[in-house]
């Protein structure tokens, strides 16, 4: 048997950082995966779909090329060295974190981790051929460790919704579409949130017809209405069909995939592939979690508090299994909050400022309350817009389209949102989650110089806006 002072499951980024700070920390640390490290988000999530997303935008670039002045005649893409150049961005990375917890001194053991009491965990060979998918049956058992404390780091996974048709050949999930070796002529999308907006986004800009399907009145619906009208305007633009208020009732197979729509359009739609891009479940059903004692939710994520405690002394929980935010850099944050508590520390996780990025074209980020929220919670609220067009880094970059849109209180001025549509909006987010971490007020915010001439300096100008006093756009003073 194998002891260690933290086992952590899972080398996602939220276990191999726990397993970092937790190593720093003077702990004898083993992270157990069952397949390289990084997990969703290095290998099939955040990584790999902005490395394809990377090559659709220099591609449309290129095509653009004449409007900066360049030639650039015949333009075309190479799908599969478009997926060559994912596969080396990704094994590039995961190699970098298995390298990272070499130096720190954590132990990488492969397998399947399978709870036998609290504390301590079999570790068992996964099935060849098992594939990224969670659910891969253990083998033969290898190996039996221990250790004073655990941490539950194994994400989670897509599952398809329940519409008959489901399981038809053509119908996958955001894991299935990097197996696609070429581009659908036609996709269907059902999801209109992050990951499905993010698909249309990459099919659409690699020629695909693509056609979205929403439940919800709009795409995706957790940002702010005004960045929601954004985008469905952006994407119709793009010839992008986008059917909100929809639900997708029925997949049959004819001469190609036939789709039935049922909302305020209803349709069907033959199509070559279908991507289910919303639904996810917790990797926790072959965990052996009752072995453990560990209490999970009706949906099967497991419960914490906010220093990431199980209902079970020493047994710990991060990231996506948590239910909390599917966010990779939540599970980080997590991860360390863990580690610090853990290592004897008395810290505390807070979800009130957690940004949110989805990589479309236009991009979008947004963090704190959107207007609708701020209102519902009782806030009397200003807001600014700033737009891109009226910037000059964006115009000297040739990509004007969005805006930034900022939530304040009316009576102090302290900034409750940030809503971001347009180029860098990933990047452009971070002073927003600074400015209500730091409870900043739109007077700081305005009167802080900003670079010039940037991007950067449309959070300045939006506050101006906000404050009634724009320099660069009209508008009415307060």
Not at 74 to 97: I, K
């Amino acid at each position: 048997m194998r002891e260690f002072d933290l086992l952590v499951i899972g080398g996602g980024p939220g276990g191999y950082v726990a397993a970092i700070r937790a190593a720093q920390l003077g702990l004898s640390v083993a992270v157990v995966e069952k397949e390289r490290p990084g997990g969703v988000c290095l290998n099939w999530g955040c990584i790999p779909t902005k490395a394809m997303l990377r090559s659709a935008e220099v591609l449309q670039t290129v095509r653009d090329a004449a409007a900066y002045g360049v030639r650039a005649d015949n333009v075309g893409f190479d799908y599969s060295a478009v997926r060559d150049r994912m596969t080396d961005v990704v094994t590039t990375l995961t190699d970098g974190v298995a390298g990272l917890l070499k130096a720190n001194g954590v132990t990488l053991i492969e397998g399947h981790a399978r709870f036998t009491g609290p504390t301590t965990v079999d570790i068992c060979d996964v099935e060849a051929g098992g594939g990224p998918r969670y659910a891969a049956a253990p083998g033969e058992r290898a190996d039996t460790a221990t250790s004073r404390d655990v941490i539950i780091a194994t994400g989670s996974t897509p599952i398809p919704l329940p519409v008959p048709g489901a399981d038809l050949p053509g119908v996958i999930t955001s894991d299935g579409a990097f197996g696609l070796t070429s581009v659908p002529d036609r996709v269907v999308i059902i999801g209109g949130s992050a990951v499905g907006a993010e698909w249309a986004s990459l099919f659409a800009a690699f020629g695909s017809d693509v056609t979205v399907v929403e439940m919800r009145d709009t795409l995706v619906p957790a940002e702010d209405a005004d960045i929601a009208t954004a985008l469905k305007r952006s994407f119709t633009q793009r010839g992008i069909t986008v059917h909100t208020g929809s639900t997708v009732t029925a997949i049959e197979r004819t001469d190609a995939l036939r789709v039935t729509v049922n909302g305020p359009k209803p349709c069907e739609i033959d199509t070559d592939v279908v991507l289910f891009g919303v639904g996810r479940r917790p990797n926790t059903a072959e965990l052996g979690l009752p072995a453990a004692g560990v209490a999970v939710d009706a949906r099967g994520f497991i419960t914490v508090d906010d220093q990431l405690r199980t209902n079970v002394e020493h047994v710990y929980a991060i990231g996506d299994v948590t239910g909390k935010a599917l966010l990779a850099h939540v599970a980080s944050h997590q991860g360390l909050t863990a580690a610090d508590v853990i290592a004897g520390h008395d810290k505390h996780i807070d979800y009130t400022v957690v940004p949110a990025a989805t990589f479309t074209h236009p991009e979008i980020a947004s963090v704190g309350l959107t207007e609708a929220a701020a209102v519902a919670a009782g806030h009397d609220v200003v807001t600014g817009k700033f737009p891109f067009a009226a910037l000059g880094r964006a115009r000297t970059f040739g990509d004007t389209e969005g805006f930034v849109k900022i939530v304040a209180g009316q009576q102090h001025g302290e900034v409750l949102g940030m809503h971001i549509i347009g180029p860098s909006a990933s990047d452009l987010i971070t002073e927003g989650a600074l400015a209500i971490t730091l409870e900043a007020t739109l007077d700081e915010l305005a009167d802080t110089i900003h670079a010039h001439p940037t991007l950067g300096e449309i959070g300045m100008e939006a506050a101006l806006a906000a404050l009634g006093m724009p320099v660069h756009i009209t508008g009415t003073k307060r």
